[in-house]
């Protein structure tokens, strides 16, 4: 369950219509993040959820490569954002597999994955000067 801008969260929903934004919710007495959309915080059971855009920026937190027989492998990969909050999403742009852990992605709003998933993409690492 993601929540994007212009569409309004329901249990079963996992759309990701495109050019949205990635929504959570915060906890206005606790501030702990809230990932799928609930009427009580898990943490302290406040009732006062209030909802924030996320920056989109991440790491990936874990990843595994699972085999499927005649077909390429399915990786699943976990990215844990700025605002302290995991989810499952789909990686684009580089082969499977290749995105090592710590790796910092952005999310990319443009592109609708066919599993419903939240898409990022990784951030080139910015190449420091040689010290001299």
């Known amino acids: ?6 569409h309004k969260p329901t249990p079963s929903s996992t759309v990701q219509p495109s050019g949205g934004t ?5 906890c206005c007495w606790c501030t702990d993040t809230v990932m799928r959309p609930r009427l009580l915080c898990p943490s302290c059971g406040g009732a006062d959820l209030g909802w924030e855009s996320s920056t989109g920026v ?6 595994l490569k699972t085999p499927r027989r005649g077909h390429t492998p399915s990786v699943a990969v976990v990215v844990e954002l700025a605002e302290g909050f995991r989810l499952r999403a789909q990686i684009v742009g580089v082969r ?4 090592p852990v710590g790796a910092r992605v952005r999310f990319d709003p443009f592109h609708v ?3 419903h ?5 990784v951030e080139p690492t910015p190449v420091s000067p040689p010290n001299r």
């Open 117 to 121: 998933l939240p898409v990022f993409r």
């Open 113 to 115: 994955a066919g599993d």
């Open 22 to 26: 990635l929504r959570f919710q915060r």
């Open 58 to 63: 991440g790491r990936v937190h874990s990843w």
């Open 1 to 6: 369950m993601y929540a994007f801008a212009g």
């Open 96 to 99: 499977p597999g290749d995105v």
